[in-house]
């Protein structure tokens, strides 16, 4: 499958030696957990790769709902709930840096924008 005005294909084979069971784990209030299982092509689980933990969360902004998440360095759900805390602040802490950068470097643009030359002047 092409897109317009481009030549590059489209690749939607499955990877059938990276497939994950997904399960969610929520208190309902601030954390969402991902567990994501790695499984066979059977659909068994495959105990030669480990479980990946991904943390979720959202916090409210003047703007809506801003998403947090962050992969939780984890070896079981207990201690991916444990960590979690620690990884939200940290991701958080990511994202407002990032953004602030841009900011800065936005404003830097509008400067480098804003200089108008006048021809004859």
Not at 3 to 16: L, P, R, S, W
Not at 20 to 29: A, G, N, P, V
Not at 79 to 87: L, V
């Amino acid at each position: 499958m092409k897109q317009a005005g481009q030549n590059q294909e489209i690749n939607f084979t499955v990877d059938k030696n990276n497939l994950y069971r997904e399960e969610s784990i929520t208190d309902l209030k601030v954390a969402t957990i991902r567990q994501l299982i790695p499984i066979k092509t059977d659909g068994s689980r495959d105990q030669s790769r480990t479980i990946i933990f991904v943390g979720h969360t959202q916090l409210m902004s003047p703007e809506g709902p801003l998403p947090i998440q962050a992969k939780l360095e984890a070896n079981s759900l207990n201690e991916a709930m444990e960590i979690f805390p620690a990884a939200m602040e940290k991701a958080l802490g990511e994202m407002i840096e990032t953004i602030r950068r841009l900011q800065q470097e936005q404003k830097i643009q509008q400067r480098n924008d804003s200089r108008i030359i006048v021809p004859g002047r």
